[in-house]
């Protein structure tokens, strides 16, 4: 099976739990979340699947402690945007003790629980970030 056959949904689902991006190997962009056309090659650019460390530091980060509903049981807690190594810049949350961040910090994605769904009780899972080294 060749990867351009297989479909959206898993490659979006992939993206989500594994930080995948794409990169433009005309150009060398990295894109996240990942782009079908490179906005600065567009057609000539050619794109291919882009995994990342994961790693990064926090450029600027926020301490929520009002929760939309359902969140309330994970006040306070603090949600970055986070430069990656490899040079894109993502928004997540991050977790732990929000006291220790501060702007520059390394941080490193984890997958953690997301919320429960509590009629279902589906457990959403996706990418979250932690303080690196400690
Ligand atoms: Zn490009």
């Known amino acids: 099976m060749s990867q351009g056959s297989v479909p959206l949904f898993w490659r979006l689902k992939k993206s989500k739990y594994n930080l995948?991006?794409?990169?433009?190997?005309?150009?060398?962009?990295?894109?996240f979340?990942?782009?079908?056309l490179c906005p600065e090659c567009r057609s000539?650019?050619?794109?291919?699947?882009?995994?990342?460390?994961?790693?990064?530091e926090v450029i600027s980060?926020?301490?929520?402690?009002?929760a939309p509903e359902g969140f309330e049981a994970y006040t306070p807690y603090a949600v970055g945007l986070i430069k990656l190594d490899e040079g894109a810049t993502i928004s997540g949350q991050i977790v732990g003790d929000a006291?220790?961040?501060?702007?520059?910090?390394r941080v490193k994605?984890?997958?953690r629980k997301m919320y429960e769904d509590g009629s279902g009780g589906v457990i959403h899972y996706g990418i979250?970030?932690?303080?690196?080294?400690?």
């Open 99 to 105: 006291s220790k961040l501060d702007i520059g910090k």
């Open 44 to 56: 000539k650019g050619k794109l291919e699947e882009f995994q990342f460390s994961g790693r990064g």
């Open 61 to 66: 980060y926020t301490v929520i402690t009002a």
């Open 20 to 31: 995948i991006g794409t990169k433009c190997v005309t150009c060398n962009s990295i894109f």
């Open 33 to 36: 979340p990942p782009k079908t």
């Open 109 to 111: 994605s984890v997958f």
């Open 128 to 134: 979250k970030f932690e303080v690196d080294g400690e």
